[in-house]
Every structure is written in structure tokens, then in C-alpha cells.
């Protein structure tokens, strides 16, 4: 049975994603954007006001490493909070009249269930490599930015596997040949992770400053103001690179260099205490305090259009 408030396994989050479209057809609609490893189908939400022209938008996506459980928890909540306070919070139908959201609720679907059923500490997808008995790379070294330069493995046994090729994983080569396709509309990318709480943005691949590193600062100092006001929770902001270590092969990283301006990874509760067993007691609480980060960053890209 699905609930907000509990670590909801994939058939239960694949019900939910279809149940939660059907009685939303006014402001949510679904679609596949391939098919896993092992064959589960990749669910993409978009969640939006219909306007009949192609709207400016911001992707969201959660469950890139399999472990990190509160990540698929945030992608649920963002949207029932949306389609809750759609109509009356002022700043959520501003950014749903006037943008599309796609929200992939879990993009390692093969890691995330592997998690549920064998392994919690699992964190790569599934994919067999021929010579290898090492299963799985992970996802978020295997895009194409500076891939398997730093901070990656070309090691299959590895946690920071970066694959055989950059995309060599089919749930990576699906989100970047979405993203790569409406890359015209696509003003922000949003990634999900745990835990640290930080909010990163480019680059990880390079201690280089990103073009827009004032911004990209201001923009993730609000975003942390707004979500520290709720409970006291403190984050850090900064580029991945210099504010915790050097990794190639990331989405934040590729999404910013295929041109997507507002490109964060945020790293949500604890910085340490549970870990990636955050108890299903502060799921609540995270969610609402990351809404309040998502929303200030979703108005920033609103408004700078
Ligand atoms: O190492 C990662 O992929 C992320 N940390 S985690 O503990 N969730 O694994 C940080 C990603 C920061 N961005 C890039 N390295 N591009
Ligand atoms: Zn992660
Ligand atoms: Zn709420």
C-alpha cells in the first residue's frame, strides 16, 4: 500500500505513478521513456497546466543511486504537494500555469528494487558486463562530462564504476536522450540524492568555476535559506568539485555543459547520524523543507524567463 510517509517499493510507486496520472489528467500526464535493464519501464510524470504551446520547464529526477531511499520519498511528495497546493499556493500554480515539471520518481528502478529485496547498501544499476562477475556501474559516473577522468572507476567491481562507454548504461542513455531531445524547453535540471546536505551545482569534473558560478551561488544560498527557515537544517552550497571531491560522469555536471543554466544535485538529511537509513520518521520532514529549496529554484528559473 502506497504512502508518503514510507520507503515504497517500485510496484508500489508504479501504481501509485499510474493511479496519480489517471485522476489528474488536467495537470498530469505520463509517459516512458524506455525501458530498464531488467525491463521496468521508466515513467516520466509531467506535471503542468495545459497551454496548448510547448512551455519553458524543469526536470526533476530522484533514485539515481539505489540506496539512497529518501531520494524516490522527495519525487513523491513534490507531486502530491504540487497537485495539493495547485489553485491555492500562489508561488506553485505560477510555476505550473506558466512551466512544465518532469518528475522521474526513480531512475535506477534494477538498483532501487535490489535495494528493497537483497542488498539496502546497493547503490549501481544491474547491468551485466561479459567478463565480469561484477554486476552494475554507477549511473552517476557514466554520463558524458569529463567521463572516467577523476572520482571514477573503470573498475566493474567498483562502487564508482563509470561503465564500459559514457551512456553504457540504458537507464543513463534514456534520461540523456530525453533531456537531449527537449533540451530547447528544459531550463533546469533537479537531482536528487542522500545524504550530506549540501546543494551542488557544476562543476564536479573540474575545479574550473562554472560560467555562471555567481548565479548558480546566489540562486542555491536562497534556496538553502528557504529550506534551513522551516526546521533549522543547515546545508552547504557550492560547486561538487571543492565542496566534496572530484567526480566526472555526473548529471549535474552533463546537464549544464549541454546547456541547461540552473543545474543542481542536492544531497538531502542526514549529514551522517543514519546515513542513507534515514528512519521513516523524518521522511515527512525532509520533504517539506526540500519543497521549500525546489520552489525558491523553480521561481528563480520562473521569473529569469
Ligand atoms: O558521488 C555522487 O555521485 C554524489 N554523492 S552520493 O553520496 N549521493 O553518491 C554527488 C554528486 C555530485 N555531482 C557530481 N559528481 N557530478
Ligand atoms: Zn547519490
Ligand atoms: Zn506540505
Redesign the pocket.
Given at each position: 500500500l502506497h504512502s508518503y510517509t514510507k520507503y515504497n517499493t517500485w510496484d508500489t510507486i508504479l501504481s501509485w505513478i499510474n493511479s496519480i496520472a489517471s485522476s489528474n489528467p488536467s495537470l498530469v500526464s505520463k509517459q516512458v521513456i524506455g525501458n530498464t535493464f531488467e525491463g521496468r519501464p521508466m515513467t516520466l510524470l509531467k506535471l503542468g497546466k495545459s497551454s496548448g504551446t510547448t512551455k519553458p520547464s524543469i526536470f526533476l529526477d530522484c533514485g539515481i543511486?539505489a540506496r539512497?531511499w529518501i531520494s524516490p520519498a522527495f519525487c513523491q511528495w513534490f507531486v502530491k504537494e504540487a497537485l495539493e497546493t495547485y489553485g491555492s499556493d500562489s508561488q506553485m500554480t505560477s510555476l505550473l500555469d506558466q512551466m512544465d515539471v518532469y518528475v522521474l520518481p526513480v531512475i535506477n528502478i534494477d538498483g532501487y528494487e535490489y535495494s528493497h529485496t537483497t542488498n539496502r547498501m546497493w547503490r549501481k544499476t544491474r547491468s551485466k558486463l561479459s567478463g565480469s562477475s561484477c554486476l552494475g556501474a554507477d549511473p552517476?559516473r557514466n554520463f558524458d562530462a569529463g567521463w572516467c577522468t577523476v572520482g571514477a572507476s573503470s573498475n566493474p567491481c567498483s562502487e564508482t564504476f563509470c561503465g564500459s562507454t559514457p551512456e553504457s548504461e540504458i537507464e543513463v542513455k534514456h534520461v540523456a536522450d530525453f533531456i537531449r531531445k527537449n533540451k530547447s524547453s528544459i531550463k533546469a535540471y533537479l537531482t536528487i540524492?542522500?545524504y550530506?546536505q549540501l546543494l551542488?551545482f557544476p562543476y564536479?569534473?573540474s575545479y574550473n568555476l562554472a560560467a555562471d558560478h555567481s548565479e548558480l551561488m546566489s540562486v542555491a544560498q536562497g534556496a538553502s535559506a528557504a529550506l534551513t527557515s522551516l526546521y533549522g537544517t543547515r546545508y552547504t552550497s557550492g560547486p561538487?568539485a571543492s565542496t566534496?571531491y572530484l567526480?566526472a560522469g555526473?548529471s549535474?555536471?552533463w546537464a549544464y555543459d549541454l546547456g541547461v543554466k540552473y543545474s543542481y544535485?542536492f544531497?538531502l538529511r542526514d549529514t551522517g547520524y543514519h546515513g542513507f537509513l534515514l528512519p521513516e520518521s523524518q521522511i515527512k520532514p525532509t520533504c517539506e523543507e526540500t519543497m521549500l529549496a525546489v520552489k525558491y529554484i523553480a521561481a528563480h528559473v520562473v521569473f529569469s524567463q
Open positions: 543511486h539512497e552517476n540524492h542522500s550530506s551542488l564536479s569534473y561538487g566534496i567526480a555526473g549535474d555536471d544535485t544531497e
